[in-house]
Structures are given as C-alpha cells and as structure tokens.
C-alpha cells in the first residue's frame, strides 16, 4: 500500500521558519512534491523535484522555500523561511509514478 504521511507543520510568526517532512512508503517515485491549499482556494503547486535532481518553484515562494529530497529514505521535504500570513495553508506532499499519490496534508500558520 502507498502511504505518504507529513510532519513537520504548526504555528510560526511571519518571518520565522518551518520545515515539513514526507515520508513515503510503498512505492518508489519520479517526481515529488508540495502544493498546498487555504479554505476557500484551489490547490497551489509550491515545489517539486524530480528523480534527477531538477527542482522547480512557483513564483510566490521561489527563493524563500527549498524542496530537498532523500532518495534513500524515500522522503521529500521543504524548508520554508521568511513564511509570510499569505503562506497559512494545509500543505500537501505528493509523488509521481504511473499515477499521483497524495498524503494527508499539514497546517502551517504563520500570525502576523
């Protein structure tokens, strides 16, 4: 069975520092990553890297967020610094194979 399970969310004030974890098991992966979703909003990709290496960004975190992968524990995971209000979401890890699967999702709250 494919899992993928989070950690690593909580409460920071804007300025401060997370980082999540995704661990995942069951499957080897392509590409993982993170999106992340606030109420009311569609889900936004932030990060993903690829079995090579290769990462990429979305606009609105690209040089404050880092997605770093451990290819031999089989996790993903994203140093998020500088987190501003506008950051506050569930975030989600995924990975790739013949299909996407996703974990349950974390919260990040960051108070102004």
């Known amino acids: 069975q494919v ?4 950690t690593g969310g909580g409460l920071v004030q804007a300025g401060g520092s ?8 069951g499957s080897i992966f392509n590409a993982m990553g993170w999106y992340r979703q606030a ?10 890297i690829t079995s090579s290496g290769s990462t990429f960004y979305a606009d609105s975190v690209q040089g404050r967020f880092t997605i770093s992968r451990d290819y ?7 140093q998020m610094n500088s987190l501003k209000p506008e950051d506050t979401s ?10 996407r699967y996703w974990g349950q999702g974390t919260q ?5």
């Open 39 to 48: 109420p009311g909003k569609q889900r936004e990709f932030i990060a993903m």
């Open 108 to 112: 990040v709250t960051v108070s102004s």
């Open 90 to 99: 569930v975030y989600f890890c995924y990975g790739d194979n013949i299909r």
């Open 3 to 6: 899992q993928l399970a989070e």
């Open 72 to 78: 031999a524990k089989n996790t993903v995971s994203l």
């Open 18 to 25: 997370l980082r999540l974890s995704c661990a995942a098991s």
